[in-house]
């Protein structure tokens, strides 16, 4: 689904680097995303938008998936 979106929409390189990090790189690559940085487990929302990004992290603030928008 998020091959629908424009711009650079995935970002599998930043998965094990700091969860802020990740937010602020995302943000650059593609101005048209809000980066959210979410704990994983935290329950989210099952609607997709091409306007936000999810960066998973654990409790160290880790990303461990990739972030997609969606």
Do not use: H, Q
């Not at 969860?19 to 650059?28: H, L, N, P, Q």
């Not at 989210?44 to 654990?58: I, K, L, Q, S």
């Amino acid at each position: 689904m998020s091959s629908e979106c424009p711009g650079k929409n995935s970002w599998p390189e930043l998965v094990g680097t700091n969860g802020d990090y990740a937010a602020s790189v995302i943000e650059k690559e593609n101005r048209r995303v809000d980066a959210i940085v979410i704990l994983d487990g935290t329950p989210v929302t099952a609607d997709f938008r091409c306007d936000r990004v999810r960066v998973w992290v654990n409790t160290n603030r880790v990303v461990i998936k990739p972030p997609t928008a969606g």
